[in-house]
């Protein structure tokens, strides 16, 4: 009887023990991203919130701190540089003012797998630990173009006259081709294309409907130029505090997940261009030399502005795009 008590009393004790152990291994890391809960970006980035919650057994937990409107978009490379939130879902083009070469990111001819097995992300990865102490984890929705979107029609490539609302990703191209680039947050777009604040925008060619804007624009410009690059980012000293097995988890989910966005974003592209034109947005689309004029043009602006502020480092992103 004595026996079989300790043997209780022990099994009690290892029960606690790991009761314990497990409360003290969980993880909760703050997220913060770009857009609103609703929009596709976020609902990738669940993919992969979700798979890492799920195989990690709850020992690993997402909170979702907000979008926007918890921390402005510009704002949000600092805060997760500082620790005020652990992970989050940004563009390149919303940390170029931190990190100058993040905005060659969009040039990249690659997929995100195509871009681990050439070095590409290696380089990136190493540059944003150095230079922002931030752990860059991988990309969803890559592959996805940029358009331009327009309440007023043009018949050649020349934007003289139209004011569009930028990021730091096509500001130059837009100066290149006439237009008055404005700088807004998203959140604030659907209001200034009412109000005649600006002419038009340019988006990847994903989500639009999400936001509404579909319903204050009347044209879509094609071909598409440059790709998404919306990034998953975790601080530095929180990746740190993981373990082996949790970081194992992370970089096993993100590679699947890459790919699993960019055929889900191929598939939602196309389905939301069928829904745009629906809704009766034209298409106004370049071809022969105006396409070419029109390419040359967006990548030509890009890597003036990159090799102007990291001479030595465009030279290396070059180099790895074109092999």
């Not at 993981?242 to 699947?256: N, V």
């Not at 699993?260 to 196309?270: G, M, N």
Request: with cysteine; charged share 25%; aromatic share 12%.
């Amino acid at each position: 009887m004595k026996n079989a008590s300790r043997g209780f009393i022990a099994c009690f004790v290892l029960m606690a023990v790991l009761f314990s152990y497990n409360r003290a291994a969980a993880i909760s890391l703050k997220t913060v991203t770009f857009t609103s809960r609703n929009s596709v970006w976020v609902k990738n980035l669940e993919i992969l919130t979700d798979a890492i919650e799920k195989a990690s057994g709850g020992s690993i937990r997402f909170q979702f701190v907000g979008g926007p409107e918890a921390i402005p978009p510009f704002e949000q490379i600092e805060a997760v540089k500082n620790g005020v939130v652990d992970v989050a879902l940004i563009p390149g083009a919303y940390f170029v003012p931190q990190l100058p070469e993040a905005d060659a990111m969009k040039l990249s001819p690659y997929s995100p797998w195509e871009e681990r097995a050439k070095g590409v992300f290696q380089f990136y990865q190493g540059l944003i630990s150095e230079k922002l102490g931030i752990y860059y984890l991988g990309k969803i929705t890559g592959g996805t173009k940029y358009r331009f979107y327009l309440k007023k029609p043009v018949n050649k490539p020349d934007f003289k006259g139209l004011k569009i609302r930028v990021t730091p990703i096509y500001e130059p191209f837009v100066r290149a081709i006439g237009g008055v680039p404005v700088t807004l947050a998203p959140g604030e777009v659907y209001i200034a294309l009412e109000r005649g604040v600006v002419d038009g925008f340019g988006w990847p060619a994903i989500g639009i409907t999400d936001l509404g804007w579909h319903e204050v624009i009347k044209y879509m410009v094609e071909p598409g130029f440059y790709q998404t690059d919306v990034c998953i980012l975790i601080n530095l000293k929180a990746w740190n505090k993981l373990g082996s097995d949790a970081k194992g988890l992370f970089l096993e989910t993100i590679e699947k997940v890459e790919k699993q966005s960019y055929e889900l974003s191929r598939q939602i592209e196309a389905e939301e261009k069928e829904l745009l034109i629906k809704r009766g947005i034209k298409i106004i689309k370049f071809s022969g030399d105006e396409a070419e004029y029109y390419l040359d043009t967006a990548n030509r602006a890009a890597w003036e502005r990159i090799i102007a502020k990291s001479p030595s480092n465009a030279i290396k992103i070059k180099k790895l795009f074109n092999q």
